[in-house]
């Protein structure tokens, strides 16, 4: 059923975008109101009227990004995967588990910042095929600072950065400075930009309310629920993965132990006391495409299929318990 997708990078691939985009969110295209925008450690988006991230508007908002993010991720894909992923498969693995994460534990400022955090992963992977990285390190300081802005907990996607950097090139300190001063620009034209107009104040109470430890907790059946089949999935695919012999090549190899960092570093965050259910769309970013590699390395594709019919089904049952 899914051998083409798994498999091949054919242009019908295309069609299983909206299936799962429907499947995903059938509910939300009959009730928008079902969706809500959590508008919380950001110290960008609190300046815009709140009528902005109002139902139905902020669940319209958080759907479209995370599309948005999808349909990048497939140029992405087809450019630091090639020979080794289906150019879609990523994509739909993110839409079936992006969209059961909205469903169960929200999303709001974390849906923009996926969109920074992808394309600051590229111009770290590109660094590999490069000799001059300057620009690319500067970009991806730069966008990992616009992420932190809309949504603080990316700012741990620094780390990925600079360890990124280590990984597929030899180390040279200028590269990591390179990379400080992307992200702190932003920072400063943000602070003078609050400066000039008198909210000096309003910008240290937003970054004040931002440090402060949250009180979240897995209290929800659908939560704990939610969390251990993440686990299990990336459990399963990091070991698929390496067993499979699908990293062969060393830039694979790196690309994805940059990607099991990334997993790491926001699993840990999400259970310490900073912890934040929008921590959980990250950690999806990353995931799709450990799943991707070891669903590709699976010699039956019968099972694989039967798996990802199963993450559908899971996406419809998530809505199910939402109506009742």
């Not at 994509?91 to 955090?117: A, M, Y």
């Not at 609050?194 to 209290?219: A, W």
């Not at 570093?265 to 959980?280: E, T």
């Not at 669903?295 to 009742?324: D, E, G, N």
Request: one cysteine or more.
């Amino acid at each position: 059923m899914f051998t083409k997708l798994i498999r091949t990078s054919v242009p019908s691939n295309f069609l299983f975008l909206p299936i799962v985009i429907i499947t995903g969110w059938w509910l939300f295209f009959i009730n928008m109101d079902k969706i809500e925008w959590l508008n919380e450690k950001s110290i960008l988006l609190p300046l815009l009227p709140s009528e902005i991230f109002a139902p139905p508007f902020g669940g319209i908002l958080a759907v479209l990004f995370t599309i948005s993010t999808a349909l990048i991720m497939i140029p992405f894909t087809a450019k630091y995967f090639h020979n080794s992923l289906s150019n879609l498969l990523p994509s739909v693995l993110f839409l079936i588990l992006i969209s059961q994460v909205q469903w169960v534990f929200k999303s709001g400022t974390s849906s923009i910042s996926l969109f920074f955090c992808l394309l600051t992963m590229r111009y770290v992977f590109e660094t590999y095929h490069q000799n001059r990285v300057f620009h690319y390190g500067f970009m991806a300081g730069f966008l990992t600072s616009l992420a932190t802005l809309i949504y603080f907990p990316s700012v741990l996607f620094l780390i990925v950065c600079w360890t990124g950097l280590i990984l597929l090139r030899s180390f040279k300190l200028r590269e990591i400075i390179i990379v400080i001063i992307g992200f702190i620009i932003p920072l400063i034209l943000t602070h003078a930009f609050f400066m000039i107009f008198g909210n000096e104040q309003k910008l240290y109470h937003l970054i004040e309310n931002i440090l402060v430890q949250t009180s979240f907790k897995l209290d929800d059946v659908r939560q704990i629920t939610g969390s251990v089949i993440i686990g299990i999935l990336f459990l399963w695919g990091f070991i698929k993965a390496i067993l499979s012999g699908s990293l062969k090549k060393i830039v694979i190899r790196r690309y994805f132990e940059i990607l099991t960092l990334g997993f790491t570093l926001y699993s840990v965050a999400f259970f310490l006391p900073y912890g934040d259910m929008g921590l959980i769309s990250l950690l999806i970013l990353f995931l799709s495409f450990i799943i991707a590699l070891a669903i590709t390395s699976m010699r039956k594709p019968l099972f694989a299929s039967l798996l990802i019919l199963f993450l559908i089904l899971l996406q419809i049952v998530v809505q199910i318990s939402f109506v009742i």
